[in-house]
């Protein structure tokens, strides 16, 4: 079996490959061009997420592939200290610490001091949406990438006129560790990676400058650290601010493009939701687990470590097949059928597992159930332009659409009785 997550199968058809490993009676297999063991099995994946002395987390942001020279040279000079998902103790249990202080991550705290943003924030794209009645557009742009970058800019106050530059370092981010870019390309992302390092350097000196404290993300955790770098240090709340931007909005942006294409095909389904917003939360969570938005990560082993019947040796890279782990038939029934019914759907890993668990898995839900019931319930009429192609981002990592198209209509289904025979269908 010969396997490539950069291969053209994969990036059109990920399920078909996730299935194809986890009929392997080993479960695990070597990609040799990228040098990675594709790891599948939930079983497996779960106990690389939580086992950080054998899976260790330093390499996680190193591109997956052999950087060019150039690029290479640019990104020595990073000095961005660890604090989230490349952090390993003993750092990471005290930057978790600050974080869990900081960050809202519970239900209860994400509604009380993030409900109110991002209501506001949906309300202002949905009422844009709605001004384009009749025509035709890409929910990706408009939508869903738009949306949690507006949130986690306001959530740690980052000026609304940056939003430009931020979404051109962030996706150059990610297409550089994870993507294949060409050598010419990995220079210029590399160079944008360094001034996006300088710029959140620059965001924390203007509020220590300032002498003031506000409420944002970065006033908070300055306050935290009260002048201790044993606590944290300026750089690295500044390393958190760099994390956050990223972490906070690419994800949700997958999460709300995979819910809208789940929700949008078949029609009924958006119906059932404007009919039934209740519905919206497990809808969300089986979207999660079908269809993750990070559907690959990396570890490194730190020492050999045998998973079923394959050793593992030390040093080497590991990705962990999130998508197959939510599909492995071990842990769900019909894993392949789409049902926001099920019983087993919490087990998915879609926000990893153990000490790095996703901090902002709290907000990502909260966003997207709020953005699909509103969006569901004053455009139930939207739907997806039939027949186009569906293609991702070539990515090891992150499944992001290209393109989602579909038309506004805010008139929705013909009566009360389609949108309740609708529910029915769904249900
Ligand atoms: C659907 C949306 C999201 C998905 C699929 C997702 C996925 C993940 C995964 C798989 C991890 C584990 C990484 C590891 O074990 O190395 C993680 C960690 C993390 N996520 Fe998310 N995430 C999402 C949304 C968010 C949001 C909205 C934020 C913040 C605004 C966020 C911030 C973080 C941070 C800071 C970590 C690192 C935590 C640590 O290392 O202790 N994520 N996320």
């Not at 909005?249 to 709300?256: D, K, N, Q, R, Y």
């Not at 019931?373 to 455009?379: D, E, F, G, N, S």
């Amino acid at each position: 079996m010969r396997l490539s997550p950069f291969s053209g199968i994969y990036l059109t058809d990920p399920a078909s490959m996730w299935r194809r490993i986890l009929d392997d009676p080993a479960g695990v297999h070597h990609a040799e061009d990228l040098g990675l063991w594709l790891i599948s099995r939930h079983e497996h994946v779960r106990r690389a997420f939580a086992d950080a002395a054998t899976f260790g987390n330093a390499l996680t942001l190193a591109p997956v592939y052999e950087v060019c020279p150039e690029a290479m040279s640019v990104i020595m000079q990073l000095d961005a200290p660890p604090t989230t998902v490349a952090a390993d103790p003993p750092v990471h249990p005290r930057t978790r610490r600050a974080l869990r202080a900081t960050f809202a991550n519970t239900p209860d705290r994400v509604e009380a001091e993030y409900g109110a943003i991002v209501r506001r924030r949906v309300d202002q794209l949905v009422t844009r949406l709605v001004a384009r009645q009749g025509r035709q557009v890409d929910l990706i742009p408009e939508f869903a990438t738009e949306l949690p970058l507006l949130v986690v800019l306001d959530i740690l106050g980052v000026p609304e006129e940056d939003i430009g530059r931020i979404r051109g370092w962030a996706d150059g981010q990610i297409a550089l560790i994870w993507g294949q870019p060409d050598p010419e390309e990995q220079a210029r992302l590399a160079r944008g990676l360094l001034e996006f390092w300088h710029y959140c350097q620059e965001l924390v000196r203007q509020r220590l400058d300032s002498g003031q404290l506000g409420d944002d993300f970065i006033s908070r955790a300055l306050a935290y650290r009260d002048d201790d770098d044993a606590v944290l240090s300026v750089a690295e709340v500044a390393s958190l601010a760099f994390n956050l931007l990223v972490a906070g909005h690419e994800t949700t942006a997958g999460l709300l493009a995979h819910a809208l294409d789940q929700a949008l095909s078949p029609a009924q389904r958006w119906r059932a939701i404007a009919a039934d917003p209740l519905s919206v939360p497990a809808f969300v969570n089986e979207t999660l687990r079908f269809a993750p938005a990070i559907d690959g990560w990396l570890r490194v082993t730190r020492r050999d470590v045998t998973l079923g019947e394959v050793t593992i040796p030390a040093g080497a890279r590991c990705l962990l097949l999130i998508g197959a782990a939510n599909r492995d038939p071990a842990v769900f029934a019909h894993p392949d059928r789409f049902d926001p019914h099920r019983s087993d759907g919490r087990d998915h890993l879609s926000f990893g597992h153990g000490p790095h668990f996703c901090i902002g898995a709290g907000l990502a839900r909260l966003e997207a159930t709020i953005a699909l019931t509103r969006l569901a319930t004053t455009i139930p009429g939207l739907r997806a332009t039939p027949d186009q192609y569906r293609s991702y981002k070539p990515n090891v990592a992150f499944r992001a659409h290209r393109e989602l198209l579909a038309t506004v209509d805010i008139a929705g289904p013909a009566d009360a009785t389609t949108a309740r025979e609708a529910a029915s269908v769904e249900a």
